[in-house]
């Protein structure tokens, strides 16, 4: 009897550290959201591949007190509202202390309304529709600039840079590409230029030679293209060539991506695009690139504004030294520092302000070309 | 007039692509009544296996000295390849279903659809690969009416196979024994054919046709994705039952007018609808003359 009262207790002496380990090891979890599947894949990649960046840094700069690690969950939203929904119920019960994400609007604002019941923040580095922070959620914030800012920026480039008098303009009906588009249509009519014709394709489309075909027709001097994504962008700026259309093609932030050139090649040549402006000589992006580049290859699009949402929000758990949401919400409007995209700097509303300028493409890069306010850059 | 020819070209080039991917399902169906809806997957799958090769060439710096030659390899060893790749699936996904329902093979062939199109996302990635420019720039330029080298390159490609699939389905032994098998499997086997080998070859030579397609699709847009295989598989699905499917004609006929349907669709009427007026067609066919317009059932000409 005695013995096996022995061996009992010590039984239980050996699984003690093995039950205080579950304890003591704490996990900080985040979650991320954005389209790992789907056609949009590739940018949401991007972005989780900058949170893991964010993530690591912030490990080797001594992690978080009071954590062992730091752990992402990064979850797929496919870019359907549906998924993205399930996706943000799925973060709730894991617990995660901040979501970075997600890609498409249309994700976005449905995500957030989930996760904002249970009061979790969320970072958008790259959702770019005003409704995104104009309903007034007060634990959503965009890392990336807004559609109200970037159509005039757009179309104040056409007319001033560009002396255009007429566009065409193609979207493919998603909440971001088609906001922008309405908007770069409202602010083009508004500044006295001619919008020939507001034409639309389909999500997933691969063959555009008919609208193509009207639009060489139209000769309008502006070829407005508003896709969700850079891989449809650069099969219509291919196909376009092809077909010998003349109007100069313009286009917005989700082309952003160096993608985009090895698959349109020569046509990408010479198109113009609006994107938030990002000093590649900063030390912050360099030591970025430096370490984002070899593991994952050329910075796209988003990966920039993923870190620095992730780097946001790690900076402020760390200073509120909890995770409470109001605590991490009132160190997140404190933040002011450089980060690899800009300047980080959140306003009431949750926006942290806009930096669009006009990229020009040359050969396998994205050079910067004129900026709203100083006209031509030199 | 310009507008309308360039819009017809357009239609034909892009109708020619949905008709050789139809024509797999019309022969698959033909053959052993089943809607293989993962055709779309071995349309994707040649034209990865196109990229790889056509890259690998011009790696080898043979793109520059040896374009045909280069181009004809890409061909042969992406069709060899979806050939192979479809036997194996048959083997997996559909023989042993054979004496199931129809209903069990379906779903079969979706989870495969799924299997195929996340295999290739997961090995190959999820960014599009690059076919090589160098090949079949410019065309003929005619002020508004264009047509690149490209497009002539497919369209006549595409003539060149629809011809020799129709020898040999109709004036060969192995067609003839297709035909017979389609017919009547056990009366087929009792005269000494072997219908298991013969299904095998039908899945062959449909995968082949689909990867044909894909290294002209890759060719003709640029570049190649995972997930490119659904939406012209929905297409071509609905070419082959618009032509009444099981006929071989059918699919052709069937694939151009989608194709022609949808361009015309998008460049008369608007982009956002051209989906939808090519579904259109095919309820209408559905609703008035179900069989397809060249008739499912004609012996003759069934697979």
Redo the contacts between chains.
């Keep these: 009897m005695r013995k096996r009262v022995v061996s009992i207790v010590t039984l239980c002496l050996i699984l003690v550290p093995f039950l205080c380990g579950g304890v003591y090891a704490k996990t900080l979890k985040i979650g991320s959201m954005s389209p ?4 949009y ?2 940018d ?2 991007d972005i989780k591949n900058g949170v893991l960046t964010a993530i690591e840094v912030m490990e080797e700069m001594g992690g978080i007190p009071g954590y062992d690690k730091i752990q992402l969950f990064p979850q797929d939203t496919a870019c359907d509202p549906r998924q993205a929904v399930a996706a943000a119920n799925k973060l709730i019960n894991l617990e995660v202390a901040g979501v970075v994400g997600a890609y498409c609007s249309s994700s976005t604002i449905p995500a957030s309304d989930v996760l904002d019941e249970e009061d979790i923040i969320m970072i958008t580095p790259a959702s770019t529709n005003e409704k995104v922070t104009d309903r007034g959620l007060p634990y959503m914030f965009r890392m990336c600039g807004r559609d109200d800012d970037q159509a005039p920026a757009a179309a104040k480039f056409m007319k001033e840079s560009l002396g255009a008098k007429t566009i065409f303009i ?1 979207d493919d ?1 998603t909440t971001y590409s088609q906001g922008l588009a309405d908007g770069v249509a409202d602010a083009a009519k508004s500044m006295g230029m001619n919008v020939v014709a507001h ?4 999500q ?4 555009f ?3 193509l ?2 639009a ?2 139209a000769n309008a001097d502006i070829f407005y293209m508003s896709l969700q994504g850079f ?1 449809p962008a ?2 219509m700026t ?2 376009a060539k ?3 259309m003349d109007s100069q093609i313009v286009t917005q932030d989700a082309v952003f991506q160096p ?1 985009y050139m ?5 046509a990408a040549n010479g198109v113009f695009l609006t994107y938030g402006f990002t000093d590649p000589t900063t030390p912050e992006y360099k030591a970025f690139e430096k370490r984002y580049v070899p593991k994952y290859g050329k910075i796209a699009a988003y990966a920039t504004y993923a870190y620095d949402a992730a780097m946001s929000l790690l900076k402020a758990i760390k200073a509120a030294g909890s995770t409470d949401s109001a605590k991490v919400k009132a160190e997140l409007m404190k933040l002011d520092f450089q980060g690899v995209s800009k300047h980080v700097k959140f306003r009431a509303n949750g926006d942290s302000g806009s930096s669009y300028i006009a990229f020009k493409v040359e050969g396998d890069k994205f050079v910067p070309y004129w900026e709203p306010v100083n006209g031509l850059i030199k | 007039m310009e507008y309308f020819i360039q819009q017809l070209i357009n239609g034909l080039t892009l109708g020619g692509m949905y008709a050789l991917i139809a024509l797999g399902y019309t022969m698959v169906y033909g053959v052993i009544q089943l809607i293989n809806f993962a055709h779309g997957e071995f349309f994707a799958a040649g034209g990865y296996a196109g990229a790889i090769a056509l890259s690998y060439f011009a790696g080898l710096g043979y793109m520059d000295t040896h374009p045909i030659l280069c181009l004809t390899g890409a061909f042969a060893l992406a069709m060899a390849y979806c050939a192979y790749l479809a036997v194996g699936v048959e083997k997996i996904a559909y023989k042993p279903l054979r004496k199931a329902s129809r209903l069990a093979a379906l779903l079969s062939a979706l989870g495969m659809s799924i299997f195929l199109s996340n295999g290739m996302m997961l090995t190959r990635g999820v960014y599009d690969a690059v076919y090589p420019s160098e090949l079949f720039q410019g065309g003929f330029d005619f002020g508004m009416v264009t047509i690149s080298y490209l497009q002539i390159t497919i369209v006549s490609l595409t003539a060149a196979l629809l011809i020799g699939l129709n020898i040999l389905v109709f004036k060969t032994k192995i067609g003839m024994a297709m035909r017979a098998t389609a017919q009547d499997k056990t009366m087929s086997a009792l005269v000494a054919i072997g219908s298991n080998k013969i299904i095998s070859l039908t899945f062959a030579i449909g995968a082949g046709l689909a990867a044909a397609a894909g290294i002209m699709y890759g060719l003709y847009y640029g570049s190649v994705k995972y997930d490119m295989g659904f939406v012209p598989g929905i297409k071509a699905f609905a070419a082959a039952v618009l032509g009444g499917i099981g006929n071989i004609t059918g699919a052709m006929v069937g694939g151009l007018i989608i194709g022609m349907v949808e361009i015309f669709g998008a460049g008369y009427i608007s982009g956002e609808y051209k989906d939808v007026f090519a579904f259109i067609i095919l309820i209408g066919v559905l609703y008035f003359k179900p069989t397809g317009i060249m008739g499912e059932n004609i012996d003759d000409t069934r697979v």
């Design positions: 790992l599947t789907g056609p894949a590739s949401g990649t193609v009906k034409e639309h394709v389909n997933g489309d691969k063959d030679s008919a609208i075909t009207m060489k027709k891989s650069a099969m291919l196909q092809r077909l010998g993608r090895e698959v349109a090649k020569d």
